[in-house]
């Protein structure tokens, strides 16, 4: 195999994805604090004193992609989401 096809392969394995951010949500109204969503996902998702989530502001991740939708799947009352980052958020910068 030649170095410039190595490389290419290299280059290729690493790219960015064009696909867009996904984040982790709780509709807060909704949510009646079962806990299942930090079961389920604790690499994102804390609960506070009372049971309720408190979620990571943080994009998730494709290994993490997977176990997040079986926790928005298992969320009794449907309070969690997964959605498109904002391209930008007001006020950060």
Known sequence: ???ALDSGR????VAPST???IVLTVDRIR??????CAEL?????????????IIRAMAVTDDL???ARRAVEACPVLALRLRAAAAS???RG
């Open 41 to 53: 996902l604790p690499e994102l998702v804390d609960l506070d004193d009372w049971g309720y989530p």
């Open 65 to 67: 992609l997977g176990h």
């Open 31 to 36: 949510c009646d604090g079962f806990g299942m």
């Open 1 to 3: 195999m030649s170095a």
């Open 89 to 91: 958020m007001p006020g």
């Open 10 to 13: 290299a280059a290729s394995l």
């Open 19 to 21: 696909s867009p951010e």
